[in-house]
């Protein structure tokens, strides 16, 4: 929309909200009960999964510094396929996790075509008897295709200050 010479971006109406929140509520709830060939599926083949370490800026790039996950769709298919395996040690058995998800916005910048979606979220994983929780926030590219909501790029930003307790990230944000 243009208003005298500026541009004005509308934002979404609600029914697109909710269609965003139930999106990023089903995505949790695969990787909650391990459906993870379900999870890999919301995400297009040109994607991107991010997780920074949580002392970097949120606009730093993996490739000018390290990460700690920085997948393109191969790579987070290996992942996927390797999480399944029974010897996967870090994950067999399988943790206890639960995702919660919060404070949903949709921004009004995104690219063409996209939604850009901010949201928090606190992941807690329970597994031999030790709980680690993992707090921070997510920035979501959303795109339609064939009708449906699917994730172009999810970058998880970390708000825990290091792993020190948890020592590694063997699930899925």
Same mark, same amino acid.
């Given at each position: 929309? =243009?208003?005298?010479?500026?541009?004005?971006?509308?934002? /979404?109406?609600?029914?697109?909200?909710?269609?965003? %929140?139930?999106?990023?509520?089903? %995505? @949790? %709830?695969? +990787?909650?009960?391990?459906?993870?060939?379900?999870? #890999? @599926?919301?995400?297009?083949?040109?994607?991107?999964?991010?997780?920074?370490?949580?002392? #970097? /800026?949120?606009?730093?790039?993996? %490739?000018?510094?390290?990460?700690?996950?920085?997948?393109?769709?191969? +790579?987070?298919?290996?992942?996927?396929?390797? &999480?399944?395996? *029974?010897?996967?040690?870090?994950?067999? /058995?399988?943790?206890?996790? *639960?995702?919660?998800?919060?404070?949903?916005?949709?921004?009004?910048?995104?690219?063409?075509?996209?939604?850009?979606?901010?949201?928090?979220?606190?992941?807690? *994983?329970?597994? @031999?008897?030790?709980?680690?929780?993992?707090?921070?926030?997510?920035?979501?590219?959303? =795109?339609?295709?064939?009708?449906? +909501?699917?994730?172009?790029?999810?970058?998880?930003?970390?708000?825990?200050?290091?792993?020190?307790e948890q020592g590694r990230i063997s699930?899925? &944000?």
């Amino acid at each position: 929309m =243009v208003r005298k010479g500026i541009i004005v971006q509308t934002m /979404p109406d609600a029914s697109v909200h909710r269609e965003v %929140e139930d999106f990023l509520f089903d %995505e @949790a %709830e695969l +990787l909650d009960t391990w459906r993870l060939d379900e999870w #890999l @599926a919301l995400f297009t083949e040109d994607c991107r999964y991010l997780v920074p370490p949580g002392d #970097l /800026p949120a606009d730093a790039s993996p %490739e000018k510094t390290l990460f700690y996950i920085a997948d393109n769709y191969v +790579l987070l298919r290996e992942r996927v396929r390797r &999480l399944a395996k *029974r010897n996967a040690h870090a994950e067999y /058995p399988h943790s206890k996790t *639960r995702h919660l998800v919060s404070n949903v916005r949709i921004l009004p910048d995104a690219n063409a075509g996209e939604l850009a979606v901010r949201c928090a979220f606190m992941v807690h *994983r329970s597994r @031999a008897g030790v709980i680690d929780t993992f707090i921070g926030s997510v920035r979501y590219r959303l =795109v339609r295709q064939e009708g449906k +909501l699917r994730i172009r790029e999810k970058r998880c930003q970390l708000d825990n200050d290091n792993l020190r307790e948890q020592g590694r990230i063997s699930i899925l &944000l």
